[in-house]
């Protein structure tokens, strides 16, 4: 655990049902958050996500039949309800003293930082903390693989973006394998590896 700061702190965790997520997740519990912080576990819906259309086909077939029975329930394939709700129940077992808060908001035709870096500055957050999926060649590189080849531009991403553009620290966690520990990008430290 972090050394307590002087005041209480707002930490968002950018979260969806990815290893890449539960890896930022699992930073911030163990070593970002300290007691009288504010966990935010903010959820980016994608309305043009197939799960989501999938679901929202699923809740209307079951509606319009509530007395046939589902062959297909809707959580064969889990819904956000269930991934935050074991999210926050992870939060709690772990940090049980930690005020933990669910946002949710949807894309609105953004891109996801911009619609990260909006709601940070409407909630105040200190830090935001981002999963990252990346081979260790693009992260040293900083080159991004398109079309199946290597070109000369840097491709920006979401996390880079957002360690770049936001006002307040933004850290991104890249978990390596099981007793590897992480990779974490920010604005100061860039690949810098910290074993759990």
Known sequence: M???PSRSRNVMVVVDPTPQSAA???YALSHALVEQDKLILFYIENPSSWKNALATFLRKSSNSSSSAPNSISEGAFGTDADFLDQMRRACEVAQPKINIKIEKTDMDGKDKASVIL???KDLRIDLIIIGQKRSLSSAILGIKRQSGSLKGQKAIDTVDYLIENSPCSCVAVQKKGQNGGYVLNSKTHKN???LA
């Open 118 to 120: 909006s709601k940070s």
């Open 192 to 194: 810098f590896w910290l």
């Open 24 to 26: 930022a997740l699992q």
């Open 2 to 4: 972090v050394t307590s």
